[in-house]
């Protein structure tokens, strides 16, 4: 079982290099989500999207980009690296966008940008 | 806004011993409650989780119980081992009170000791 795949695992980049962060699941889940984890502050969200072809920025989306052109797939693209982004990104999906789907996360991208 | 406070630690026991992570909530809504767990360098993991008031989720001896009175949502378990050690994240996911994805607490890092 798969699950939710993230790939890079690990990534470094300089300040205004541009990259995609994968994410695909194979639960054919409706739900998929963006994270970032920082050192005492949880994880807070990027990017959400309900279905194929539907997205919306969540807490903190500046500087992120996305796209859902296929219900499996869910790439995050950073624009122009900022030291800033310096984090650890978890993508997710449910099933559906309802209160009680419990959410399935990937293993994460350590990403640094220098 | 939504939004979870959790006591953040390190939170370091003995082997055997009782444990108790709080957790108190802020909705505008009727928010559902989770558990997540984080082992190091992997993703989260639903832990467990309760949908509405009084409500008691479990799983593999932790336990919390959704208190609408007191908006606390606490884990306890009564006989903590090593491989409990972890980082524990509550979360609330409150789409019928306009919020988007989950609210996380700030982490709560646990340490067992043999």
């Known amino acids: 079982n798969a699950g939710v795949t993230q790939t890079p695992k690990f990534q470094v980049l300089k300040t205004g290099q541009s990259m995609t962060l994968q994410c695909a699941q194979d639960?054919?889940?409706?739900?998929m989500s963006w994270y970032r984890q920082d050192p005492g502050m949880g994880l807070r969200l990027i990017h959400y999207?309900?279905?194929?072809?539907?997205?919306d920025q969540g807490e903190v989306p500046n500087g992120y980009n996305v796209s859902r052109s296929t219900t499996e797939d869910f790439p995050l693209r950073l624009l122009s690296a900022a030291p800033s982004q310096t984090s650890v990104y978890f993508c997710?999906?449910?099933?559906?966008?309802?209160?009680?789907?419990?959410?399935?996360f990937g293993d994460g991208t350590r990403l640094s940008i220098l | 806004g939504d939004s979870v406070t959790q006591m953040e630690g390190p939170v370091t026991l003995s082997e055997e011993a009782f444990l108790t992570i709080n957790c108190t909530y802020t909705?505008?809504?009727?928010?559902?409650l989770f558990w997540y767990v984080q082992y190091p360098g992997e993703g989260l993991q639903l832990l467990l989780k309760?949908?509405?008031?009084?409500d008691k989720g479990s799983n593999k001896g932790f336990e919390a119980t959704y208190r609408k009175e007191t908006t606390s949502f606490h884990l306890e378990k009564g006989s903590v081992q090593v491989s409990d050690s972890a980082v524990y994240f509550c979360?609330?996911?409150?789409?019928?009170?306009?919020?988007?994805?989950?609210?996380f607490g700030k982490g709560t890092h646990l340490i067992i000791q043999p």
């Open positions: 309760a949908t509405k008031a009084d």
């Open positions: 639960m054919n889940h409706e739900y």
């Open positions: 999207s309900v279905g194929a072809g539907i997205t």
């Open positions: 909705a505008t809504g009727y928010p559902s």
């Open positions: 979360a609330l996911s409150d789409r019928g009170g306009g919020a988007d994805g989950l609210t």
């Open positions: 997710a999906s449910s099933l559906s966008s309802g209160d009680n789907q419990p959410q399935h």
